[in-house]
């Protein structure tokens, strides 16, 4: 892993004999697609019926498995702590919101725009994000137990959503549009932090950061140095 750097129903026509004309239920007459499936084998098993990315996720996943079918997939996701589906081309990840075992989960490289799926995976201790088109990272709230973090590449302005992760010690953010880092003042624990290619013009917050040994902050608007950081 590189971290430095979701149903349509069949409706059975049957010809109606009798002078009254058959009507199907309204609901019915949409197709229902990107179900709330709570787990992956129920994602894959009806993976005919679901949205054309969602479809793409499940593929990707049971040929990174190699299982040949939906139950022997489920099993070994049931058993593994780390996936890596970095550079497959997702966009939906929300067949990946019933993998609550993960503790590692690469998913950099790939087209994701929305990350909403990823907000009970709680048990993550480090997650790649990087190189996507991500723009609301809120999700990313909840996972307090993340101590490795890539957003690298990404399209994020507002990085609040992050004052919860106290425990992060490794946060990639270099390549995004970000301009405010307050909330950086908070991960006291950080020791590597990458925010250079931003547009980062106050680093007072970082002064509270007295564990870093590795910052990047070059292609910047800094205007001014902290004297721990000359």
């Given at each position: ?139 990313l709230s909840r996972l307090t137990n993340l101590t490795g973090l890539w957003l690298n590449d990404n399209k994020i302005t507002d990085i609040t959503p992050l004052s919860r992760l106290t425990n992060l010690t490794q946060l990639g953010l270099y390549n995004n549009q ?53």
């Amino acid at each position: 892993m590189r971290f430095g750097k979701n149903a349509l129903f069949g409706v059975s026509v049957t010809c109606c004999l009798s002078v009254t004309a058959c009507m199907l239920p309204a609901s019915a007459a949409q197709p229902k697609q990107n179900e709330d499936y709570s787990s992956f084998t129920q994602w894959c098993e009806n993976k005919e019926h679901i949205s054309p990315e969602a479809r793409h996720t499940v593929e990707v996943l049971l040929k990174q498995l190699e299982a040949e079918d939906c139950l022997t997939a489920g099993v070994k996701l049931s058993k593994i702590t780390e996936l890596v589906l970095d550079n497959n081309q997702i966009t939906d990840i929300t067949p990946l919101s019933g993998l609550t075992n993960l503790t590692v989960l690469g998913l950099n490289d790939n087209q994701i725009t929305d990350i909403a799926s990823l907000s009970g995976l709680t048990n993550l201790t480090v997650l790649g994000l990087g190189d996507n088109q991500i723009t609301d990272i809120t999700p990313l709230s909840r996972l307090t137990n993340l101590t490795g973090l890539w957003l690298n590449d990404n399209k994020i302005t507002d990085i609040t959503p992050l004052s919860r992760l106290t425990n992060l010690t490794q946060l990639g953010l270099y390549n995004n549009q970000i301009t405010d880092i307050a909330t950086l003042s908070r991960l006291t624990n950080l020791t590597q932090l990458g925010l250079y290619n931003n547009q980062i013009t106050d680093i007072t917050p970082l002064s509270q950061l007295t564990h870093l040994t590795q910052l990047g902050l070059y292609n910047n608007q800094i205007t001014d140095t902290l004297p721990y950081l000359s």
